[in-house]
């Protein structure tokens, strides 16, 4: 039983390097801008709308990716994915940073699939929350977090893994 | 000349960004569809020069969408455009006939060199 434990575990690990792979690589084409994971802070919402954007995992392994920010962090983002100039409106925002999203999490299904050999994940269409103190929830979901703090602001990548899985081993 | 360019990806950004990343040369998006179906209709009504294909998208996805454009044009040309492109896709895309491939994110320049490729 340990033995199943130490394999899943080193999986997860595996899948979380990949994705915190893709989130580097992805922010480096946008911005120009190497990045390094951080330690653990969180994002300020004294001022700041909460952001989230989540995107489904499915296939070999079921989960989630979701990428924690605020308004005004995504909006920097954005702003660099459109070519340095201002966005139209408020819904380009939103279509932008899902479309971040899809970037990050179908990068990192491409370095997962390639490094499985195999079709192992499969991502699901982006869903976007944005509130005051936002916090989403995912039970039964055993994540892993890392950290980037950089010119355009703070990123949290947040890897969950469905319990659901574990039943493969 | 002005070549035509119509871009079918379930996400307006990618529709926006072409758009911008296109402006002021030889190319010109002269429309999108956010689905593979409409996509097809659209291809059917504006015969545009060349196609930039999202895989993953809601009706009918990528590569269904490029084998059908293929029946209906053998020298359709087209450009797969996502996020996604391991190698079990990109074979895939390949035994379709599709012989162009780009990864998002994108700047202007590599998507401009793209489909200056496309018509070498």
Known sequence: MENIAEVLQDKQELLFSLAKKSFEEVVAEITEETLVANGEFSIPTDDRLSLSIIIGLSGETNGRILINTSVAYGNNIAVAMNFGDPLDSQDDLFIYLAEFANMVCGRAATHINNQFGKREIWISPPAIFSAQDLEIITPNVSSMKAYYEFTHGKFILDMGFSESSYDDF | ?120
């Not at chain 2, 429309?31 to 209709?41: K, P, S, T, V, Y």
């Open chain 2, 1 to 120: 000349m002005t070549r035509k360019v119509l871009v079918i990806d379930d996400s307006p950004f990618v529709f926006k960004a072409v758009s911008k990343a296109l402006e002021g040369t030889e190319w010109e998006v002269v429309g999108n569809a956010l689905d593979g179906q409409l996509g097809i209709d659209k291809y059917i009504e504006l015969r545009p020069d060349v196609i930039t294909l999202d895989v993953t998208m809601p009706v009918m996805d990528g590569l269904e969408t490029a084998k059908k454009l293929v029946e209906i044009n053998p020298n359709v040309k087209i450009i797969m455009l996502s996020a996604m492109g391991d190698e079990t896709l990109l074979n895939n895309a390949r035994e379709i006939g599709v012989k162009y491939f780009l990864t998002k994110p994108f700047k202007p320049d590599t998507i401009q060199a793209k489909l200056a490729e496309v018509f070498e």
